[in-house]
């Protein structure tokens, strides 16, 4: 899986699959239940970190040309899950169309945008979704609105469904005008995080009214290694995986910060980033 994901980490996954379209995803989606096969969708893998033992399920990526289709319709966008978000985020901005500007810097496809709810201080993504498709685990194909998804802090209740496309409301507005706050977000990320090195972003969820950035830099750590992979001196949320790095490397980093961020503050930090594992299956007796 290293050659699909930022971390550019991971082992082998079993099954690779790119499907055409939704029935083609369908039809695999059933199929891999029947054979008790677990199912991930891989955005642009940029929040996350496969283990050096790989997953031994099926990968899907919806990279096709009909999950990557963009409709403007009158002040709404309909965008598919396989949509690169940074880029869709920018060409809205340069339409005069405001509301995804505080997704510059953020690397996500539409699918894992709202899978995890991807933002920032300044706003997230659920905030400008109307409706989204999804494939049901049962092989159904849905429209759920905004309050069937249970947006919060880098979440949803997508659960076991597979997002297909994503209608959003955006609003019109001086294109000039829009597209430089775009810049100036991407400009103020650029300076603060390591953004040109191999990482997942920011790896720890912030614990409630607290920066998890600040507390682990507060305790020290800054710099920390674990084999190849340390934690930024640039920003302290972020673990940057240098060449040679494994994921062993990684997840031993991530239980020191937490140890640390646990004895020094008493605080319990959360991973943000999604973790696979092999996830093998228990023997029947
Ligand atoms: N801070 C430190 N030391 C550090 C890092 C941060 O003291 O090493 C302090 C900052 O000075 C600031 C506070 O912590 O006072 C918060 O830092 P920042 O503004 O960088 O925001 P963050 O909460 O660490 C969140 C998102 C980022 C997103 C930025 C946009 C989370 C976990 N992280 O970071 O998202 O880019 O806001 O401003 O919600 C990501 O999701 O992968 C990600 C990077």
Redesign the pocket.
């Known amino acids: 899986m290293s050659r699909w994901t930022w971390y550019r980490l991971g082992g082998r996954a079993r099954y690779l699959f790119r499907p055409r379209d939704a029935e083609q995803l369908a039809l695999l989606t059933v199929r891999a239940r029947h054979e008790n096969l677990p199912v991930k969708v891989l955005g642009c893998g940029a929040?996350v970190l496969v283990s050096d033992d790989g997953f031994d399920g099926v990968v899907v990526r919806l990279d096709g040309p009909a999950f990557r289709r963009v409709e403007h319709q009158e002040g709404r966008v309909c965008a598919g899950a396989g949509v690169d978000l940074m880029p869709f985020s920018r060409d809205c901005s340069e339409r005069g169309l405001s509301g995804l500007e505080f997704m510059a810097?953020?690397p996500a496809s539409i699918g894992g945008a709202i899978r995890m709810n991807?933002g920032?201080?300044?706003g997230e993504f659920g905030d400008v979704v109307c409706e989204v498709k999804v494939l049901t685990p049962d092989g159904a194909i849905e429209d759920w609105p905004k309050q069937r998804l249970g947006f919060g802090y880098?979440k949803s209740e997508i659960g076991d469904a597979i997002v297909l496309s994503a209608t959003l409301e955006l609003v019109e507005a001086d294109p000039q005008r829009v597209t430089k706050v775009y810049e100036d977000f991407f400009e103020?990320?650029r300076s603060?995080?390591p953004m040109g090195q191999q990482s997942a972003?920011?790896v720890?969820?912030?614990p409630p009214g607290q920066?998890?950035?600040?507390l682990?830099?507060r305790a020290g750590l800054?710099g920390t290694r674990c084999g190849e992979a340390y934690v930024s001196p640039q920003?302290?949320?972020f673990i940057v995986a240098d060449p040679g790095a494994t994921a062993s490397d990684v997840l031993g980093l991530i239980d020191k910060v937490r140890d640390r961020v646990r004895d020094v503050f008493d605080v319990e930090l959360d991973v943000?980033i999604d973790i696979w594992r092999p996830q093998r299956k228990a023997s029947l007796v």
């Open positions: 929040n810097g953020i991807a920032g201080p300044q880098r103020q990320k603060s995080q972003g920011c720890f969820k912030n920066s998890a950035g600040a682990i830099d800054k920003h302290a949320n943000e």
